[in-house]
């Protein structure tokens, strides 16, 4: 069964992307965007970045999941929430240009998180 809830979560986070980037993102875009941090492009990317930050999450979610259907460690659950974390850290450091500084926190906690997966 959790691995059936895994796949759906999966499924769920890659449709979140897809059909928001296509169908709500674009469209939000065309009206006009409060101006963070001196423009309007900053708010596109926090906004780009927060979305897709939850397909991230889902997926990383999953995994769990299917970890936890079969025999599982502490230090793999670490490690797969530790990837969660650099991949979101990443993806807010390179969107935003460094400029939302969610990065910090995210980077450091993988490294915690990979640093307690490796022992």
Same mark, same amino acid.
């Not at 936890?68 to 659950?77: E, F, K, Q």
């Given at each position: 069964m959790l691995h059936v809830a895994a796949a759906l979560i999966a499924l769920l986070g890659i449709a979140h992307s897809v059909l928001g980037?296509?169908?709500i993102l674009v469209r939000l875009f065309r009206r006009e965007l409060p101006p963070l941090f001196g423009g309007t492009g900053f708010t596109r990317r926090t906004l780009r970045f927060a979305w897709h930050l939850t397909t991230v999450l889902?997926? %990383?979610l999953a995994a769990v999941l299917a970890q936890l259907a079969g025999p599982y460690s502490t230090a793999a659950l670490a490690g797969t929430i530790g990837v969660a974390l650099l991949l979101s850290g990443l993806l807010s450091l390179f969107i935003s240009r460094g400029r939302h500084l969610s990065w910090l926190v995210l980077l450091t906690a993988a490294g915690l998180c990979l640093?307690? %997966?490796i022992g």
């Amino acid at each position: 069964m959790l691995h059936v809830a895994a796949a759906l979560i999966a499924l769920l986070g890659i449709a979140h992307s897809v059909l928001g980037e296509r169908y709500i993102l674009v469209r939000l875009f065309r009206r006009e965007l409060p101006p963070l941090f001196g423009g309007t492009g900053f708010t596109r990317r926090t906004l780009r970045f927060a979305w897709h930050l939850t397909t991230v999450l889902f997926v %990383a979610l999953a995994a769990v999941l299917a970890q936890l259907a079969g025999p599982y460690s502490t230090a793999a659950l670490a490690g797969t929430i530790g990837v969660a974390l650099l991949l979101s850290g990443l993806l807010s450091l390179f969107i935003s240009r460094g400029r939302h500084l969610s990065w910090l926190v995210l980077l450091t906690a993988a490294g915690l998180c990979l640093a307690t %997966a490796i022992g």
